[in-house]
């Protein structure tokens, strides 16, 4: 059956403090794997998405990373700005449906 | 660019009531049509998508419907609602393999 994990659920960081999120997946054939930020009472927004393990992708503080298990997101120098609820979603070969993660809600402290 | 619309942003509804939310995609055509509900804490659940005019597949058996009586336009009915169809709903378009959402309606059933 194909399912995504994440973790953990909630992180409590100070600014500045560098870390990273974990989205595990199970999937037959994957087609691609897909990060969303999410803030309170709105729509996801899309940040990325990977197609291959080993592949790699930037957008200022956030790096995406992917193996045949799974994908991290990662945050460097955090700002209270970044405060947000991560989404993990993978698409599997055979279905062109997306696979959801719970989410990975992230509170950076000034 | 392309551009997604969503509305209503909030909806109080009392139980029995019916219920039609719309969604409306400007700068793309014949894009790929969703709708999703998202329940604190859990991941995003796929209720409808459309892959063009009157096609419309059903993800799990509900209370709710979908149209999508233009290219462009995507619409979320029920009859009668049910307490259990609270939630935040979200719609989302693509033309490949990303997905891009709405703002989201929150719909609240008493």
């Known amino acids: 059956e194909d399912q995504v994990t994440q973790s953990p659920e909630a992180l409590r960081l100070q600014e500045g403090e560098s870390s990273s999120l974990n989205c595990s997946y199970t999937?037959?054939?994957?087609?691609?794997l897909f990060w969303y930020r999410q803030d309170p009472g709105k729509g996801p927004e899309f940040l990325f998405t990977?197609?291959?393990?080993?592949e790699e992708k930037e957008k200022e503080r956030l790096k995406a990373t992917l193996t045949k298990k799974e994908s991290f997101l990662h945050i460097t120098a955090p700002k209270p700005e970044d405060s947000a609820t991560y989404l993990c979603?993978?698409?599997?070969?055979?279905?062109?449906?997306?696979?959801w993660g719970a989410g990975t809600k992230l509170i950076i402290k000034p | 660019s392309q551009t997604i619309h969503q509305w209503p942003a909030t909806l109080v509804q009392p139980v029995g009531s019916p219920l039609s939310l719309e969604c409306t995609v400007e700068?793309?055509?014949?894009?790929?049509l969703y709708w999703y509900r998202q329940a604190a804490g859990r991941g995003l659940q796929l209720l409808f998508y459309?892959?063009?005019?009157?096609?419309i597949s059903s993800e799990v058996p509900q209370n709710l419907s979908a149209s999508r009586p233009q290219d462009r336009q995507f619409i979320l009915s029920s009859k009668k609602l049910l307490l259990s169809d609270s939630g935040f709903y979200l719609c989302?378009?693509?033309?490949?393999?990303?997905?891009?959402f709405g703002p989201g309606t929150r719909l609240t059933v008493l």
């Open positions: 989302a378009w693509s033309t490949g393999d990303t997905q891009y």
């Open positions: 459309s892959v063009g005019i009157g096609q």
């Open positions: 999937v037959s054939g994957l087609r691609g």
């Open positions: 700068g793309t055509s014949n894009p790929n």
């Open positions: 979603a993978v698409m599997g070969g055979s279905n062109y449906q997306l696979i």
């Open positions: 990977l197609y291959s393990a080993g």
